[in-house]
């Protein structure tokens, strides 16, 4: 059974603070990872998507993946309010690549104190 | 250019009634998942689907669910008897390509059986 692993939280941060998210993962074939936001009562929406290892930088988010330690982590810098919501770490459900169906880990609920 | 669309937004069903979900997905998108989102738990991986075909249903209960993708018109998740464990939220994605591209969310349908 692949599992994805994350602190559920709260992670409370203040505001223009690093906030720091991690997740593990147990399928070492895995190879495509992602991070959703989910705000409360809405859909996921895709923040960042990292194949490789190494860094990924977007904007104020930056992806890190190890995929010798199995790790996958979020840094969002300058935090803001806004940026207040459910974290949920994805991996790919089939070994080898391929948009398969996803595996998420429960998520780490973000809070940013103004 | 749409995003994912899911109808209804909100449906209540008595015990024992059907449910019906559809999903349209993005536009040039051919491949359809769907997850369901139980209250306080993560994202689970339902099924997949392309046009006219079910390529993994591993995460679909095994009595009562049933989905399709026909050629012409949305994808369909079809809920038989329902019961009040069906009651969540379920979210339809979709990509473009069997690859590591992402997979993009609809704003889900939130199904409460009484």
């Known amino acids: 059974q692949k599992e994805v692993e994350q602190n559920s939280g709260p992670l409370s941060v203040p505001e223009g603070a690093i906030a720091s998210l991690n997740c593990t993962y147990s399928?070492?074939?895995?190879?495509?990872f992602f991070w959703y936001r989910q705000y409360s009562g809405k859909s996921p929406e895709l923040i960042m998507s990292?194949?490789?290892?190494g860094d990924k930088e977007d904007g104020r988010f930056t992806a890190q993946l190890n995929k010798a330690s199995q790790y996958v982590s979020l840094l969002i810098r300058d935090s803001q309010p806004s940026d207040s919501a459910t974290y949920l770490c994805?991996?790919?459900?089939?070994?080898?690549?391929?948009?398969?169906?996803?595996?998420f880990g429960k998520g780490t609920h973000l809070i940013i104190q103004p | 250019n749409a995003g994912v669309m899911q109808n209804p937004r909100h449906l209540v069903r008595r015990r024992g009634q059907e449910a019906r979900l559809r999903c349209s997905p993005m536009?040039?998108?051919?491949?359809v998942y769907w997850y369901r989102q139980l209250p306080e738990e993560g994202l689970k991986f339902m099924v997949y689907?392309?046009?006219?075909?079910?390529?993994?249903e591993s995460g679909m209960p095994k009595e009562r669910f049933s989905a399709e993708f026909p050629k012409e018109g949305p994808s369909i998740l079809r809920i038989q008897q329902v019961v009040r464990g069906d009651s969540a939220a379920y979210f339809c994605?979709?990509?473009?390509?069997?690859?590591?591209?992402?997979?993009?969310f609809g704003p889900g349908t939130r199904l409460l059986v009484l």
């Open positions: 994605a979709s990509s473009i390509v069997r690859s590591q591209e992402t997979q993009y």
């Open positions: 399928d070492r074939g895995s190879q495509s």
């Open positions: 990292i194949y490789s290892n």
């Open positions: 994805a991996v790919n459900r089939r070994s080898g690549g391929g948009a398969d169906g996803l595996t």
């Open positions: 536009k040039g998108h051919s491949h």
């Open positions: 689907l392309q046009k006219e075909n079910i390529i993994d």
